[in-house]
T-cell receptor, first 116, second 111 residues
Framework: GAVVSQHPSRVICKSGTSVKIECRSL??????MFWYRQFPKQSLMLMAT?????????EQGVEKDKFLINHASLTLSTLTVTSAHPEDSSFYIC????????????FGPGTRLTVL | QKEVEQNSGPLSVPEGAIASLNCTYS??????FFWYRQYSGKSPELIMS????GDKEDGRFTAQLNKASQYVSLLIRDSQPSDSATYLC???????????FGKGTSLLVTP
């Protein structure tokens, strides 16, 4: 199946710093990528939809100025958590939708963010 | 808020038995339904997708969809200890590609 990578897989940072997470589709073009967040014992919650070449669409309650998304190419989307706080500690997972029309999302391996 | 509901479990079944996982959803406009398996600390892995009413079989897995009842289920035959994981039901949102996930059912297959 198609492969989606994320980098880094794990990051620990101090409160107030910014963290960038990369999501790459390795063997297909993805016009649309999604960013999800999962807190312990909870399900995945959609944060935003990232479209190549246009602004991301954020879900209600997700601060667009805090979670900056850039989808600069058909294979790369980045999520930057600005001025991170301990409550932002979570498992961030991206997924990519193959542009050829296959009705399947491919999930990245996730990034575990811990804010001290 | 569109909802996807699952029994959190844990559901415990002996090795070799059939595990039955259930999911209900609230959005009648949903067209695509998915079952994902998630191991602790890992991202979800697609098990099955189903789009039409009825059954869809893939190896030991069978997905069942009933749109009138807004119900989707997953059967796992000949359950193995390696099947022990959290199973997430996901439904497409707003006729698009983003997904609403249930909270997942924890499955434990005992040797």
């Amino acid at each position: 199946g198609a492969v989606v990578s994320q980098h880094p897989s794990r990051v620990i940072c101090k409160s107030g710093t910014s963290v960038k997470i990369e999501c790459r589709s390795l063997d297909f073009q993805a016009t649309t990528m999604f960013w999800y967040r999962q807190f312990p014992k909870q399900s995945l919650m959609l944060m935003a939809t990232s479209n190549e070449g246009s602004k991301a669409t954020y879900e209600q309650g997700v601060e667009k100025d805090k979670f900056l998304i850039n989808h600069a190419s058909l294979t790369l989307s980045t999520l930057t958590v600005t001025s991170a706080h301990p409550e932002d500690s979570s498992f961030y997972i991206c997924s990519a939708w193959e542009a050829s029309g296959a009705d399947t999302q491919y999930f990245g391996p996730g990034t575990r963010l811990t804010v001290l | 808020q569109k909802e996807v509901e699952q029994n959190s479990g844990p559901l415990s079944v002996p090795e070799g038995a059939i595990a039955s996982l259930n999911c209900t959803y609230s959005d009648r406009g949903s067209q695509s339904f998915f079952w994902y398996r998630q191991y602790s600390g890992k991202s979800p892995e697609l098990i099955m997708s189903i789009y039409s009413n009825g059954d869809k079989e893939d190896g030991r897995f069978t997905a069942q969809l009933n749109k009138a009842s807004q119900y989707v289920s997953l059967l796992i035959r000949d359950s193995q200890p390696s099947d022990s994981a959290t199973y997430l039901c996901a439904v497409n949102r707003d006729s698009g590609y983003a997904l609403n996930f249930g909270k997942g059912t924890s499955l434990l297959v005992t040797p």
